[in-house]
């Protein structure tokens, strides 16, 4: 009965084991990174290349910004945030669509833009801490020759408190980036013109009641008005988490991934 017993926790033990692997919804393939120099001023952030790396080949990188809930230190909240990671893995971002993911981590009490979320509008800030480490690190990463990255197409994609950071990023570097999808946040509407040729598709939902769809509609008619063509998708009844639309639209992740910069 003993050898029995002992059996059966070790069947139990590895199902458990296999259960834990199953839920780790693909961390493993995330490299984690600690990046600058010295734990007081340190970024986290992790990357993932594509499945098939051939010598020769360049290939596009997401620049993710998560929402506020992925704020912290453990490097694996940024990915977790909104199902992101999930998102990535059902859309084949690294798979059939053959893209490096970069995606970096906010610490607690801080923002991708010092701005407070409920307000109707702002004039770009300086930037944050955790956007300027961001954009510093992502530029090694892209310049580092052990990469294949294709500098053209590097896109970025964030929402919420990463909606927010998407429009500062493309509006503080509209030359960095091949496309922008900003998710429910808000930018600042004084400079359209900065981000007029750049494509950007941006959602909201028309429910929204932690951000103002209103900063997203401003955003899009300050482009227009600068002579861009942005794309808008405003969901009808959604609330504040219109990137569940985002995750599930085939044609978003095909018109994201077929944009060059020019």
């Known amino acids: 009965m003993k050898i029995f017993s002992f059996s059966l926790a070790s069947i139990l033990l590895l199902m458990n084991v296999a259960q834990a692997e199953k839920l780790d919804d693909g961390f493993a393939s995330y490299v984690p990174v600690t990046w600058g120099d010295s734990p007081k001023t340190a970024f986290h952030y992790r990357w993932r290349a594509p499945d098939k790396v051939e010598p020769g080949n360049k290939?596009?990188?997401?620049?993710?910004?998560?929402?506020?809930?992925?704020?912290?230190?453990?490097?694996?909240?940024q990915l977790k945030d909104a199902g992101g990671i999930k998102a990535f893995a059902k859309q084949g971002v690294s798979t059939s669509r053959q893209s490096y993911v970069f995606a970096g981590q906010v610490p607690h009490g801080q923002r991708w833009v010092d701005v407070h979320w409920g307000t109707?509008?702002?004039?770009?800030?300086?930037?944050?801490?955790?956007?300027?480490?961001?954009?510093?690190a992502l530029e090694q990463?892209?310049?580092?020759?052990?990469?294949?990255?294709?500098?053209?197409?590097?896109?970025?994609?964030?929402?919420?408190?990463?909606?927010?950071?998407?429009?500062?990023?493309?509006?503080?570097?509209?030359?960095?980036f091949a496309a922008a999808v900003p998710i429910c946040g808000g930018g600042d509407k004084t400079l359209g013109k900065k981000i007029a040729k750049l494509p950007v598709w941006a959602w909201?939902?028309?429910?929204?009641?932690?951000?103002?769809?209103?900063?997203?509609?401003?955003?899009?008619?300050?482009?227009?008005a600068a002579g861009g063509s942005p794309k808008y998708s405003e969901i009808k009844g959604r609330g504040?988490?219109?990137?569940?639309?985002?995750?599930?639209?085939?044609?978003?992740?095909?018109?994201?991934?077929?944009?060059?910069?020019k």
């Open 204 to 224: 909201h939902g028309d429910k929204d009641g932690v951000i103002k769809v209103s900063r997203s509609r401003d955003m899009i008619e300050a482009i227009k």
């Open 59 to 77: 290939y596009p990188l997401l620049f993710f910004l998560h929402g506020a809930g992925g704020r912290g230190n453990d490097n694996k909240g």
């Open 240 to 261: 504040h988490n219109a990137w569940t639309d985002v995750w599930n639209s085939n044609e978003l992740w095909d018109w994201l991934y077929s944009q060059k910069r």
């Open 141 to 176: 990463f892209i310049g580092d020759k052990k990469n294949q990255i294709d500098p053209d197409r590097v896109y970025v994609m964030g929402l919420s408190m990463g909606g927010y950071g998407t429009w500062d990023a493309i509006q503080r570097r509209p030359d960095l």
């Open 120 to 136: 109707l509008e702002h004039k770009m800030p300086n930037p944050s801490k955790s956007m300027a480490m961001a954009l510093e």
